[in-house]
């Protein structure tokens, strides 16, 4: 039996090898992913993003939780995969694993893999939208996807989620003001975990300013925004609004939802922001433009990886030594290096 | 006259210029590297990374002061490059400018540019290094390279500098911990900023138990370690140890230096540690080592990027949306899709 039809049986132990392949990047890895491929498109997607110390990994363990034993959803099968870019050199995202399966452990209806970086730009990118398309086809029907970090990661995160949760915590000093502006401009539902603690309402306030300068939506529709209530996310607070000038498209106004994941506050509200920008993509058609672009990236992802590959197996290591050897003393501009090696190939 | 030899006689509105064009990856830009690149290499870059929070821009701030007033080396040219790969969407770096600029308005012996990522992975690293080469040939004694966020780019970074400084600061939460891990292996030197904060014992002591763990020279001399004294960074804190199996190869262990950058305390310990490893990259003969592998680095970077232009010039649009298509139909799987289209190329 293939391990792609194992995998689809329901197989942990070849899903788990299977992952480690793609994470490798081998050709098995790929032939099975290949075989997987037409089996998905059943999981909805959440990535979880946000700045260190804003409490993401509780906040992740907490919705698994959620999803496993919510009776109106029926538990649905959870898969974790949690992204540590910042970990180049040593494999830091096991301490997470550890942490998380105390509450997790041996619910065979619940996959966690953590996943660091190889080092490669791009690398950790493609390895994890492969993970996720493995985990799919495997039948998992909720995917968290929880990166560390701020940065390009989250990019990409974004691209490969239905639904993309900012995290905030009240606190975490000042220049977090910088980073919030890009990460805002992804974020389809903003979370401020830790409400408890001092502060929270100056963090409310910063966000709902920045929502009303950067985001797109928000932009356009700035007269609409008003204050939602504390801890709560029922519809009102949620924030789909309906343009004035097309009356028939709804619009999505990400909505802030207040949480305090180690007591599990907040969580059910959150699970139905979710919800409700899930109903949006549905009814928007966003949620097929979001597939065509998620595709559209990940193809572009892989193309430059394949020319990577083909042009390190057609060129001699000695040629790339020399030019180095000549980039090194400053004959070519390393440019010049660069267009020197692709001629060649 | 060519804007390259404008730069190099110290016009800075053309250095401005080609700045932008290096960002944008003309033409123009990347001949006028070419031609600047013969004069770079006088340069000291000194990469600083650190979570949010942490106060970064107020320790460059400090740093770049410093190095303009001081006696002892002369009053060196500095530029500060301010990289913020959170902000794909909006030049969101544009704020920590203004901030700076109130104490370094108006002197001609300082130049600082922001960047934000332009959303292309590997755009941003490519950009800095065309960046900071620019400003190597114009005459820059000092580059401070600055990064907001923890992830590939601060990788990036230590690869672009001599000196990697990695700030913390009390008090930033529980998960930062995780963070650590990877990125204190690309540290030369420790920062613990808002050291007047309560916890800083606790941070210090975490460090120095992760630098323990984690740092492949301390793991080797564990035995060497031992405790540094407040706001000092003398001869004997900065750590530099002499093999006993080796004695005439000094090894590095990266010092930790408190600092309150917002009082200026700490700054010229801190620059002094920064003095002390560029010594000690001349006399272990790291120095070239760490030249040959940034230039590497880059190379292969740019191979990258030349390789993806060039497919896209050959490629024509018709073709990669009729695969895309098969993709959303999940006729082939992402992989399959890329081999097919880089064997037409």
Request: charged share 20%; proline share 5%.
């Amino acid at each position: 039996m293939t391990s792609a039809s194992q995998i689809l049986q329901g197989n942990r132990l070849a899903l788990a090898k299977l992952l480690t392949q793609i994470e490798n990047n081998t050709t098995d890895g790929r032939a099975a992913l290949a075989e997987l491929f037409p089996k998905t498109g059943g999981a909805y997607r959440i990535g979880v993003t946000g700045a260190p110390g804003t409490g993401k990994s509780s906040l992740v363990n907490q919705l698994a939780l959620h999803f496993r034993r919510s009776e109106a959803l029926g538990s649905m099968r959870v898969a974790v995969v949690a992204v540590d870019p910042s970990s180049p050199f040593t494999g830091g995202a096991i301490l997470g694993d550890r942490v998380r399966m105390r509450d997790l452990l041996g619910d065979p209806g619940v996959f966690i893999r953590s996943m660091a970086s190889r080092g490669s730009l791009g690398g950790l990118a493609v390895a994890t939208s492969g993970v996720v398309q493995a985990l799919d086809a495997a039948g998992f029907e909720i995917i968290l996807i929880e990166t560390v970090g701020a940065g390009q990661a989250e990019v990409d995160i974004a691209r490969l989620a239905h639904t993309t949760l900012v995290i905030e915590a009240p606190g975490l000093g000042d220049d977090i003001q910088a980073i919030k502006a890009g990460i805002l401009e992804i974020a389809d539902v903003l979370v401020i975990n830790k409400a408890d603690r001092p502060g929270v309402e100056n963090t409310e306030r910063a966000l709902r300013s920045m929502l009303q300068l950067g985001h797109p939506m928000v932009r356009r529709f700035q007269s609409h925004t008003r204050e939602t209530g504390h801890l709560s996310t029922d519809n009102e607070a949620v924030g789909m609004k309906t343009s004035s000038e097309k009356p028939e498209l709804p619009l999505w106004i990400p909505p802030i939802v207040r949480t305090i994941a180690t007591e599990g506050q907040g969580i059910p509200e959150l699970a139905g922001a979710i919800e409700q920008h899930r109903q949006h993509l549905q009814l928007s058609g966003e949620w097929s433009q979001r597939e065509l672009n998620r595709l559209h990236a990940e193809l572009d992802l892989l193309v430059r990886e394949t020319l990577m590959s083909r042009w390190l197996s057609r060129t001699p290591p000695e040629n790339y030594q020399q030019v180095l050897e000549r980039v090194i003393r400053r004959e070519l501009s390393p440019w010049q290096a660069a267009d020197e090696l692709v001629k060649e190939c």
